[in-house]
């Protein structure tokens, strides 16, 4: 069965740095887009990033544009974030979510991770 | 970036009954719309995509129709366990966008 495993959230000060990883099993990771979505407490969802099956296409939201990465390692089935110049408005919980199909671009989530929190807080 | 506007916030019903919910967007999105069903403390759960074809395992409960601007998801009869909030998602246009959310409780 597909599984989606994020790690690496916490606590972080305004202006630092978290590097965020998605374990997958249960599929060919190397033959699917992933994203990340998140969501902050209490809030709605809000897509992040995505990279395609190969690494060649990558796509960001503007507010997180130039302060995160969005890479993956095909050999390791893992999928990673690196979050730099965290500000108090990217608190919230991190899915690590897998693209459904080609034929729509990946650009439905059908397997999400089970989160990861990351706090921005002084 | 395209804006989807979910009606109504809350939906109060009781188990049995039937449950529209409405999702409009800035622009039209073709069929490219999905619906998500999220529990408290889970991650969401895919329900439709394309506006109307049910994601694996999805009971025939659930139905999507639209297309442009306006879609809906329609629960035929409420089970106790679909009690929950619900998302539409647009990927016709960069950045992908959610809705809202609507809350469907018991009443």
């Known amino acids: 069965q597909v599984q989606l495993v994020e790690s690496g959230g916490g606590v972080v000060q305004p202006g630092g740095s978290l590097r965020l990883s998605c374990a997958a099993s249960?599929?060919?990771?190397?033959?699917?887009?992933m994203h990340w979505v998140r969501q902050a407490p209490g809030k709605g969802l809000e897509w992040v990033a995505f990279?395609?099956?190969?690494?060649?296409?990558?796509y960001y939201r503007d507010s997180v544009k130039g302060r995160f990465t969005l890479s993956r390692d095909n050999s390791k089935n893992t999928l990673y974030l690196q979050m730099n110049s965290l500000r108090a408005e990217d608190t919230a919980v991190y899915y690590c979510?897998?693209?459904?199909?080609?034929?729509?671009?990946?650009?439905?989530?059908?397997?999400w991770g089970q989160g990861t929190l990351v706090t921005v807080s002084s | 970036e395209i804006v989807l506007t979910q009606s109504p916030a809350t939906l109060s019903l009781s188990p049995g009954e039937r449950a529209t919910l409405s999702c409009r967007a800035s622009?039209?999105?073709?069929?490219?719309l999905a619906w998500y069903q999220q529990k408290p403390g889970q991650a969401p759960r895919l329900l439709i995509y394309?506006?109307?074809t049910r994601a694996t395992g999805i009971p025939a409960r659930f139905s999507g129709s639209g297309s442009g601007t306006d879609f809906t998801l329609t629960i035929s009869s409420l089970e106790p366990e679909d009690f929950a909030v619900y998302f539409c998602?647009?990927?016709?246009?960069?950045?992908?966008?959610f809705g809202g959310g609507t809350k469907v409780e018991i009443k």
């Open positions: 622009q039209s999105v073709s069929s490219y």
């Open positions: 394309d506006a109307y």
């Open positions: 249960g599929f060919t990771f190397s033959s699917y887009g």
């Open positions: 979510a897998k693209g459904r199909s080609s034929r729509d671009g990946y650009n439905y989530f059908d397997y």
């Open positions: 990279i395609q099956y190969d690494g060649s296409n990558k």
């Open positions: 998602q647009q990927r016709n246009n960069w950045p992908l966008t």
